[in-house]
């Protein structure tokens, strides 16, 4: 059965960016089980509005956006959930299983304790190696308010990790 050529765009774009598009949805939430759900979600939605999307000038971007928008929802929810959790049934604290690599555990919890916007910029900035101009487009923002964010966002995990994980971090060596 032939595709149409809608569907073969689709299709193609789909298999050249879902990887990423999880990845992406792992380092901003993670949640490993989640991340290959929160990028079939986006893709779902992009599928049902692919007439105006492949015409996009910067499609990958506007994946990544909605990615991050469903990622931030999914936090969002999480955190709420708890909270309801904390309240009503639990008021000991959790316990966590000792690391199995530290280093890496040490920069997703340091990434996780900042706020999602200065993560998101770090994450796609660091991790996923984009320009600043790209990281504005996929998440809606300035350039300018991307190079804030992600400044304030490595100080902080420069206080939080140590001057030495920050800059191994920043220069690419990434948290899997």
């Known amino acids: 059965m032939l595709l149409d050529d809608a569907s073969a765009e689709f299709h193609d774009f789909f298999e050249r960016h879902y990887a990423e598009l999880s990845r992406l949805a792992h380092l901003l939430t993670g949640e490993t089980d989640a991340a290959d759900d929160l990028a079939a979600d986006a893709l779902v939605a992009l599928w049902q509005r692919w007439d105006r999307f492949r015409t996009a000038h910067h499609p990958l971007a506007y994946a990544r956006g909605v990615v991050a928008n469903l990622a931030r929802e999914r936090i969002r929810s999480a955190v709420r959930e708890r909270r309801r959790v904390?309240?009503?049934?639990?008021?000991?604290?959790?316990e966590v299983?000792?690391?199995d690599v530290?280093?890496?555990?040490?920069v997703r919890a340091a990434l996780a304790r900042l706020p999602f916007r200065k993560?998101?910029?770090?994450?796609?900035?660091?991790?996923?190696?984009l320009s600043e101009k790209d990281t504005a487009m996929a998440l809606g923002i300035s350039v300018g308010t991307v190079k804030s964010q992600t400044s304030k966002a490595m100080a902080e995990l420069e206080r939080t990790l140590g001057l030495r994980a920050a800059r191994e971090l920043a220069q690419g060596r990434r948290a899997r």
């Open 119 to 129: 993560r998101a910029c770090v994450v796609l900035r660091h991790a996923f190696d």
């Open 86 to 94: 904390a309240l009503f049934w639990s008021r000991s604290p959790v």
């Open 97 to 99: 299983e000792p690391p």
């Open 102 to 106: 530290a280093a890496v555990l040490d």
